[in-house]
């Protein structure tokens, strides 16, 4: 593949415009496999600009929620087509401008081109139910309304698939939404706002405007023209978010971060447990909300595990996500890569013994990026940092145990509860793992970082709002329920 350098600034979209911000600042967004390559310039807006995208967003409203839900399926289902023309290019970008590899960008843009079209099927749905009223005359029924303006706030791990099933339902149930990506990851959002302006959706209906959370997420957290505030992050923003939104009656919806288990039971087929802790560990980086970082085993099948792990591991090769030999690609910036050497530090310092990695990648030009290896540390126990915060890089925790019931506990320990997976064969185990695990998704014989775009996605504990998004669970969110009672 022939890598252009483009450095085109990408502006923000607003009343169906691409307009620049009147800040008249925009900033670079760098490639973290090759930090001297500028992806392109993003705005750097103000609060101004989040004012004029709110107030478009405002007028739309009103024609927007009086189409039919399934005329506005049909413009997602233009969008899904301009994604999918330009998939292999968008996920270049992706690739360039955070560092997975081409193969998961791909996918995620496929991803992303799905849950456009399973929303724009989801406009054709039923919204409300018919409910027997004690009056025998009166028509009793629940039917359901957009809540407004939307915020969308997102995070930079996965540029293309979180805004999408953020907007896809907000806009099918008659929201009209202004998105505020991630800066790290502006100019991939700003092409998949590219494939929203191609679909023709009526000016203000959907709008995006780029520029730092402190004052562009912070804005749209204070926002009184912004009904509902959708976000994925950190528990740290998810919080301001929250608290926010409350003071002011917003509705608002958090998925943040993870500490997710893997189990590994006597009984476990090893292979496929260790193809899915590095898989579920260490693609993209170690930089998925579900990504396996907790590696609990069984002490019967500890050493064999461990062994085979080790071997898999020291095999995985880093390097730029765009050459097709590369497995693992860089830490999506400087200030992760120096996040995760701070936990690697941490990880020692408290007596936890490196198996593998543990450190910077400088060799064969991969000073140019912001690479680390791929760490294994065993000997953790429960109470230290690396067993209890989340690290966002590709760093594996081995806790050996003497039982499924200690295991368990152990999994638990923690204030996360997003995803969680166990490896066995035996029902009793499962079922003991099903009842008992704190977590909103809960993967048996699988890794704990699949999700699939039908099915509800969200955590248990800080992990979230308990609120869910995805699938048919996304109405909850994105509209109100109103009750109606008629009487002829
Ligand atoms: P982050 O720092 O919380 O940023 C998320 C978004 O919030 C970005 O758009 C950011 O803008 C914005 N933001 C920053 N400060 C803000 C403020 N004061 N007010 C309002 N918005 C503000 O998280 P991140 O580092 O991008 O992403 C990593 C985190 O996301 C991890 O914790 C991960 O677990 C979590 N995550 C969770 C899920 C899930 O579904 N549970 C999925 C993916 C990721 P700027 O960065 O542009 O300043
Ligand atoms: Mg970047």
Redesign the pocket.
Known sequence: MTVTTETKTYLNFVNGEWTQATTQQVEPSINPAKKSEIVGYVQKSGKADLDAAVAAAKAAQRMWRKLSAPARGDYLHKAANALEKRLEEIAETMTREMGKTFAEAKGETARGVAILRYYAGEGMRKVGDVIPSTDSEALMFTSRVPLGVVGV??????PVA?PIWKMAPALVYGNTVVL?????T?VTAAKVMECFAEAGFPAGVVNMV?????V???G??DHPDIQGIT????????K??GM?ALARGAKYQL????KNPVIVAADADLDLAVDATISGGLRSTG????ATSRVIVHKDVYEPFKEKLLAKVSQLTVGNGLQDHTWMGPCASEN?LQTVLSYIEKGIAEGASLLCGGRQLTEDGLEEGFYVAPTVFEGVTSDMTIAQE?I?GPVLALIKVNSIEEAIEIANDVRFG?SASIFTQNLANMLAFINDIDAGLVRVNAESAGVELQAP???MKQ??SHSR?QGQAAIEFFTSIKTVFVKP
């Open positions: 706030i997102t995070p930079w791990n996965f979180i505020k990506p991630a800066q790290e502006a780029t520029g730092p959370g402190s562009i997420g912070q749209i957290i976000f994925t992050g950190s528990n740290e923003v998810g301001r978010v926010g998925e943040m971060g993870g930089q998925k909300c579900t992760q989340e966002f997003l996605f969200g955590g992990s979230s998004e």
